[in-house]
């Protein structure tokens, strides 16, 4: 089954209470950031601590994700050296801007795996895109490296360099989310939205949720808990979608015993993109927990 | 034969009936009658006395006797301390204490222990410098908690003989007819301290708020009451009560309440009609919203809540998702609103609650109960009073009395607290055994006790995540290690008494 990742829980570097739960509200990734959320005193220290924490407890199966700085800090190289060893499952890049930033992680990447007698190409990548640059060269950087799962967009610095600010809509950042959610399909990587920062506005963070579903991405970045369950729900199918994805595999099994070549269900034709949908639905609702009968799960 | 005050021949005896008592005259033997009837100008005739010291003498309050109070000021109660400095000011010694429960304004009482004028205590819980106090070994006889239904069926039974109950109540007229939802020291129910009055020889009002006779609808009545002190105030209104009950914002304890809501959705005990209790900590009140929203979605009603009832509940009954409310202890403004306007907000006494040697208390007729724990073990006993240093900081409350008399007990923790395991081999004390237990609710997982083979059923097909009670030990301690033993002297400090009057566990002195 397709890996989901609708949400990637932002947990801060250097918190420890929360490092330890990071994964107790299933959010399909946790991503430990070394990166904006910890101040230039607390580096080394959170560098530490989620290295232990990657060594030492057991994540249960959840995506562990690392932010971390990047390479034109005196922190990057650090921290590439220390999350290698501790093996999260994906190294974040913030700040991409071309394909070279990804090149240049990989590079590192690749000598200390060695060094760390670790199986070259084990840690994946992905970039956070937050500038113009970045967005216009979304499909370079989405395939830069085979270790690239993944996009995401990082809208704050982005709308800063865009001279603008974020709206409610956002129509200030739909090309950027455009382009990221076109250059990740492309590459037949994962999209993922920024984050909503205003965790006590539950109206206006599903509107974004609702929309960012509709312009294709897999998922968000979220930074309450609280986050995680509304999201879930926005992407989980209804039981309608559901339904009629199950009769759209039943009459296309039919179809195929019978042999018979142009298929309809309710007057309409069913063509490949209408099975292509239907098989991520039915796949998606069991992702989300929504359980069969064994009757329609043949 | 002999005449009586009006001149009539009364026979001395009769057949069937004992002795007969000639009539004496109108006031003789009923002091309390007023006399001065046919006077015009009539003194009202009241039980108000100018002071709690007056009060005091008038009860004829002596050394070793027992006295009570009431818990429903919560922190804000300026009663116990009140009453304490005058007794010690006028020399009563060795008396014993038996509240319904003490809070952390209570610390003052450490004075009175160590001058001897408190040398026993009953309650339901110690908190603060007091529990340290206690903890330490510092009091001679040891304390003993009771649960709240223990406690109402001590003091029917006698086993706990109240002398003088003195009792703080919001409003009150003249003639002790009083409420707890009227004045500016509201507290809602009088739930524990209906039973004191019921029970106590003399029973002492203390008020803040006098209102015109009579105070109805009223919850201690007028032919409970001895005397009637008003003073300045009764308590801070900001310690008795919160300002609405908010729903935690704490994604640990939206975690945990989420869980255990689906976990009653998926208990079988879930349909129309069921009856619910939960508490007002962070997670409990979080799986009434949980709940309630499911409630909605299936069309499914409660016919009545019970508790500890909050803003929250009033608002599910206010919306017609459960019927009526029984309460004995209100825990913010807006339920005490509500158990004043409400016809179906009822107010019940402790008695009532959770007796379990009455002929019936609320609690064996409740469904579901969602309660807390400090601690719970792999037999599922729960502990609910000792602090993980074995130093007494809690309350055995109605804990387990909803434990036993629900259909099924919801025991909602985060699996680790702090940096200590809420799963152990062995609680340092028990307040609830563990076979009145049923599910344990966690951050990290749901155990459900083996005994409950048929919820262990429903909630394995669902995609809650169960594991067994070892397995959440494991868990915790994998993260948070194996803390080392504490010490304990072997001093004993205080007793647990369980509800029905047998003593289930004790609680030694910690080494210092």
């Known amino acids: 089954m397709e890996k989901l990742r609708r949400t990637m829980l932002y947990v801060p570097g250097n918190n420890a209470g929360m490092v330890k739960d990071a994964h107790i509200y299933r959010s399909d990734s946790v991503m430990f950031d070394l990166e904006d959320s910890v101040s230039l005193s607390e580096k080394d220290s959170a560098r530490l601590l989620i290295f232990n924490a990657l060594k030492t407890l057991d994540y249960e199966g959840i995506e562990t994700v690392v932010r971390i700085n990047g390479l034109d800090t005196p922190f990057g190289v650090d921290d590439i050296k220390a999350m290698v060893r501790a093996q999260p499952d994906i190294i974040r890049i913030p700040k991409a801007d071309s394909a070279d930033d990804i090149k240049a992680v990989e590079v590192l990447i690749e000598k200390e795996e060695k060094l760390a007698g670790l199986k070259v190409g084990t840690i994946k990548l992905m970039a956070a895109i937050e500038g113009p640059l970045g967005v216009l060269n979304a499909y370079s950087i989405a395939t830069a490296s085979k270790r690239m799962i993944g996009l995401a967009i990082g809208a704050e610095d982005y709308v800063t360099n865009m001279k603008t600010k974020r709206s409610p809509g956002g129509v200030e950042i739909l090309f950027a989310r455009s382009q990221i959610v076109t250059a990740a399909r492309a590459a037949g990587i994962y999209a993922l939205d920024t984050v909503y920062s205003d965790v006590n506005n539950e109206e206006g963070f599903l509107e974004e949720v609702r929309l960012i579903k509709q312009l294709g991405f897999d998922g968000k970045s979220v930074i309450s808990p609280r986050q995680i369950a509304p999201v879930h729900k926005i992407y989980t199918p209804s039981q309608k979608d559901i339904d009629f994805a199950l009769r759209v595999i039943e009459v296309i099994k039919e179809a195929n015993e019978k042999g018979s070549g142009v298929i309809s269900l309710d007057g309409k034709m069913v063509d490949k993109p209408i099975v292509d949908r239907a098989e991520r639905v039915i796949a998606m609702a069991k992702a989300s927990g929504i359980q069969f009968d064994e009757e329609d799960d043949k | ?512």
């Open chain 2, 1 to 512: 034969m002999s005449k009586n005050a009006v001149n009539r021949e009364i026979p001395g005896s009769i057949s069937g009936f004992d002795t007969l008592k000639p009539f004496e005259g109108a006031f003789t033997n009923t002091p309390l009658v007023r006399k001065q009837k046919g006077v015009r100008n009539l003194p009202k005739l009241n039980k108000m006395l100018d002071t709690v010291e007056q009060a005091i003498m008038k009860t004829e309050l002596k050394d070793g006797m027992t006295i009570s109070f009431h818990h429903h000021f919560r922190n804000g109660d300026y009663i116990l301390n009140m009453v304490m400095d005058v007794i010690s000011n006028l020399g009563i010694k060795n008396l014993t204490l038996a509240s319904s429960s003490l809070t952390d304004v209570h610390s003052q009482l450490v004075r009175h222990i160590e001058s001897g004028v408190v040398t026993k205590i009953y309650t339901s819980g110690l908190r603060g410098e007091l529990g340290q106090f206690i903890s330490h070994g510092k009091m001679k006889n040891p304390v003993l908690i009771h649960s709240h239904g223990g406690r109402a069926r001590a003091i029917e039974s006698g086993a706990i003989k109240i002398d003088v109950a003195f009792l703080g109540v919001p409003s009150s007229d003249v003639y002790g007819n009083s409420n707890g939802y009227t004045g500016k020291s509201a507290c809602g129910s009088l739930g524990y301290a209906k039973v004191d009055a019921e029970f106590a020889n003399k029973v002492v009002l203390i008020t803040d708020y006098m209102v015109d006779y009579p105070n109805t609808p009223f919850s201690i009545h007028q032919d409970q009451v001895d005397y009637i002190v008003k003073v300045d105030s009764v308590g801070d209104p900001d310690g008795i009560s919160t300002g609405a009950t908010r729903i935690t914002k704490n994604p640990r304890d939206l975690l945990i309440a989420q869980n255990a809501a689906e976990v009653i959705i998926s208990s079988g005990y879930f349909e129309d009609g069921f009856s619910f209790q939960t508490g007002s900590g962070g997670a409990s009140l979080a799986t009434t919203k949980f709940l309630s929203e499911e409630m909605i979605e299936k069309g499914i009603t409660a016919s009545f809540g019970l508790g500890g009832i909050t803003s929250q509940m009033v608002k599910l009954h206010e919306k017609g998702l459960i019927k009526k409310l029984l309460d004995t202890q209100t825990f913010d403004d807006d339920a005490i609103k509500s158990i004043g306007n409400n016809r179906y907000h009822t107010e019940i006494s402790a008695s009532y609650y959770a007796n379990p040697l009455n002929k019936g208390c609320a609690v064996n007729k409740l469904n579901v109960i969602v309660l807390s724990a400090l601690e719970i073990d792999t037999d599922f006993n729960v502990n609910v009073i000792t602090g993980s240093d074995g130093v007494i900081r809690g309350a055995s409350g109605g804990h387990s009395d909803t434990a036993v008399g629900s259909g099924i007990s919801i025991i909602v923790a985060p699996l680790i607290r702090g940096r200590t395991a809420t799963v152990v081999d062995k609680v340092q004390t028990i307040i609830t055994p563990g076979e009145t237990v049923d599910v344990l609710v966690t951050d990290r997982g749901i155990a459900v006790n083996p005994r409950r083979k048929d919820v262990l059923e429903r909630l394995k097909a669902t995609t809650l995540p169960i594991f067994t009670i070892e397995e959440l030990k494991d868990k915790a301690q994998r993260v948070a290690g194996t803390p080392e033993t504490i010490e304990f002297e072997d001093k004993i400090v205080a007793l647990v008494e369980y509800r029905d009057g047998t003593i289930i566990d004790v609680i030694r002195q910690v080494k210092s």
